[in-house]
């Protein structure tokens, strides 16, 4: 008896080792995949404006990097975050936040990995394709916070729904952290209105198999929405906090401008990955065996929706997305191995039992010495990784592949008189290298609106009162890419090409030097 319950307990202990050995070698590939270089067009105004903030030790409150809002009242939504980067880029540089990217989506995925139903090898093979899908999304920009605070809402809410633990109250700071480190709390609202609506729904229509929240539940989560929605206004920008976040969705030419506030082209082979995801998922609801709840097809719903509209909420689609995909298609999977042939299961228990016996006792030992050298491969092979994404000669090529770096080099050193009409792309780079050089516009939408940035359509495009407004802001040079209509015009009206190279081209007035 003993030495089968010997035999049994060292079988258990080899599965144990085994599943952790597998999920340890996937979150080894998850991370080298999360690892990518950090250079982004918003990056460089976030990382001047956590600048402003740490030499002047408070928030930055007006606009000092444009001259059209000049002095305007501003705040960033995010001004934690952009302290948070700038600290970073001090004492690391962009390996530092190459490796801040890498742990920010190491850590929604191992939230993700922990919120999924099933082993944890079907866990932490779904969340491999999270990371695959997030890729877009990862850059050195504010937004990468909200994936963490999303997530962990949706997970708090879970535990309060079905109650197995109620940490609600926890939601109160995690509104005002969210709030100061991105403007996407707006998020997190929406799943508690989302869910309390669901809720409602569920039990007027007896939803089978689903928690509900009770009476008293029910108000303490309405109580914390209305506390939550107050919370958020300790920041910077008070009140404003919810105003301003009203007038970028009203924004009509950010749209237009930026990709990620446009809706997905689905020519475009990796955002044909996030169609497939959503029918995959949408056959996984209607093939598994348990009653898919009204509260996340709804929450799962609106995310996709929003996500269609515009392609950045993409990444809330996913992570959500993903959690209850674990469920429902693990409840399918467990019914068809149910339904399986009893041959096929017989023959499969044989060839399960001939690789137990074929093991030797001390396969445990070896699995613990293939774990070690795992985590030392991963922990190599990651600053490995790390270190050629940001090489002084890799950054180089990055920044050059993005950005007009040569463009830039002939400002420095030719210093043309000011003012400079730049392109929408550049705005934040010009702003971190070129300090002398006001931008006309950058991509804070919620700053410019929709008056400046349809006057610098208007002249990218020749239409209307180009001219006029060119005068207006007593443009001196312009530098943008040159497949604009402009760029054609430009010379028929008293403009000099000063520089031209395959990204960039600058024109100066005919008495610019």
Not at 68 to 86: M, N, P, R
Not at 157 to 183: C, E, M, S, Y
Not at 280 to 298: A, C, D, N, Q, Y
Request: charged share 15%; glycine share 6%.
């Amino acid at each position: 008896m003993n030495n089968l319950l010997n035999k049994t307990f060292k079988a258990q202990k080899l599965g144990r080792s085994l599943e952790l050995f597998i999920v340890v070698a996937v979150f080894g590939i998850i991370l080298m995949i999360v690892i990518v270089q950090p250079l982004d067009g918003d990056t460089w105004w976030h990382l001047r404006a956590g600048e402003v903030t740490l030499n002047q030790g408070k928030p930055l409150t007006i606009d000092t990097f444009s001259y059209t809002k000049f002095g305007q009242s501003w705040a960033s939504h995010g001004w934690l975050t952009e302290l948070w980067l700038y600290s970073m880029y001090l004492v690391g540089g962009f390996t530092a936040l190459t490796i801040w990217i890498a742990l920010m989506a190491l850590l929604v995925v191992t939230i993700i990995f922990f919120q999924m139903e099933g082993p944890p090898v079907y866990r932490v093979v779904l969340s491999l394709f999270v990371a695959l899908l997030l890729l877009p999304f990862l850059k050195a920009r504010p937004q990468m916070t909200s994936l963490v605070f999303f997530i962990l809402t949706f997970w708090i809410l879970h535990l309060f729904r079905t109650q197995k633990r109620d940490l609600i109250v926890w939601l109160i700071p995690i509104f005002i952290l969210w709030a100061n480190f991105h403007g996407g709390f707006v998020a997190g609202f929406l799943i508690i209105l989302i869910t309390l609506i669901g809720d409602s729904i569920g039990r007027i229509f007896n939803e089978p198999g689903s928690s509900h929240l009770n009476r008293s539940q029910t108000l303490k989560l309405i109580v914390v929405l209305l506390l939550c929605a107050i919370a958020v206004m300790i920041h910077p920008l008070g009140i404003k906090v919810w105003t301003t976040l009203y007038n970028t969705m009203q924004v009509g030419g950010e749209r237009a401008l930026i990709v990620e506030w446009a809706s997905p082209d689905f020519h475009d082979p990796v955002m044909q990955l996030y169609l497939w995801f959503l029918l995959g998922t949408l056959v996984i609801f209607s093939v598994t065996p348990r009653k898919v709840s009204w509260v996340e097809l709804m929450i799962f719903s609106a995310f996709t929706a929003m996500g269609f509209i515009w392609r950045r909420n993409l990444s809330f689609m996913v992570v959500y997305g993903m959690v209850i995909i674990s469920k429902y298609l693990w409840s399918f999977i467990e019914k068809q191995f149910k339904n399986i042939n009893s041959n096929l299961m017989r023959i499969t228990r044989n060839i399960a039992a001939k690789i137990k016996i074929g093991m030797r006792q001390n396969t445990p030992k070896g699995i613990r010495i293939l774990f070690w050298i795992l985590i030392a491969y991963v922990w190599f092979g990651a600053e490995y990784k790390i270190y050629m994404i940001t090489t002084p000669r890799s950054m180089t090529r990055w920044e050059g592949q993005l950005f007009p770096v040569k463009a830039k080099e002939w400002i420095v050193n030719n210093k043309p008189e000011r003012n400079m009409l730049n392109s929408y792309n550049w705005g934040g780079y010009f702003e971190w290298y070129l300090r002398d050089y006001p931008v006309y516009l950058d991509s804070r939408a919620d700053l410019f609106g929709n008056e400046i940035i349809y006057q610098w359509m208007d002249v990218m495009d020749a239409k209307g009162d180009w001219q006029e407004i060119l005068k207006k802001w007593d443009i001196n040079f312009i530098v943008v890419e040159p497949g604009w209509r402009i760029v054609d015009l430009l010379p028929y009206y008293g403009w000099n090409e000063l520089y031209r190279d395959d990204q960039s081209v600058i024109f100066g007035r005919e008495s610019s030097n």
